[in-house]
């Protein structure tokens, strides 16, 4: 019996010890202030580089194409101009569509006449990256479509099928954009009997 109650005064001991020893934190005084400095390092600014722009979004980020962009979109273009290229686009802008005749832009966008549309756009693409500079009086270009332009260069006004290039050489990574004052049609298929 004694050495049950030895056993049990050490554990006792033992216990006392160890809640004792984990009762025993410090508080912290809150009357010291303690003094934190605070120090600034330089922030490494951070650049984000926008990707070259291609044919397409030099269109896009001009509020004077967005009738072509609707058009280029509705055709089903956008994938095929933001290809490798080189392309040369003729940019009709929303006025040369709004000289249309009333009602030819909304026939144009509507699904029965995607092959149409696509058409009349490829007409106005030319494979390669030609500068204004590049293009000579009565020079023919062949278009995606097919068909032929002619190039008029008068007093140093280049003009494409008659109608005036506006803005000349906006460079883009795959290509370069000509804005035109007019829609170039190109000419109707015949039907063969």
Not at 3 to 22: D, G
Not at 105 to 112: G, I, K, N
Not at 123 to 142: E, F, I, P, T
Not at 164 to 183: E, F, P
Request: proline residues 5%; hydrophobic residues 45%.
């Amino acid at each position: 019996m004694t050495k049950n109650f030895l056993k049990l005064f050490c554990m006792a001991l033992v216990a006392s010890t160890v809640f004792t020893a984990c009762n025993n934190t410090k508080t912290p005084d809150t009357t010291a202030t303690d003094t934190v400095a605070v120090v600034e390092t330089p922030v490494e600014e951070v650049v984000v580089e926008e990707a070259p722009k291609d044919v397409v979004d030099v269109a896009i980020s001009s509020p004077d194409h967005t009738t072509l962009v609707s058009a280029v979109t509705a055709a089903g273009l956008v994938e095929t101009l933001k290809g490798a290229g080189p392309f040369t686009v003729f940019a009709p802008t929303n006025a040369a569509f709004s000289a249309l005749p009333a009602g030819t832009v909304e026939s144009l966008l509507t699904p029965e006449k995607k092959a149409d549309l696509t058409s009349i756009l490829t007409y106005h693409v030319v494979a390669g990256s030609v500068m204004a500079a590049d293009l000579k009086d009565g020079q023919k270009v062949v278009t995606l479509q097919g068909e032929e332009l002619t190039v008029s260069v008068k007093d140093g006004k280049v003009m494409i099928n008659g109608a005036n290039v506006t803005t000349a050489d906006l460079a883009g990574s795959n290509g370069v954009v000509h804005v035109i004052d007019a829609v170039l049609m190109p000419k109707p298929k015949k039907n063969k009997k």
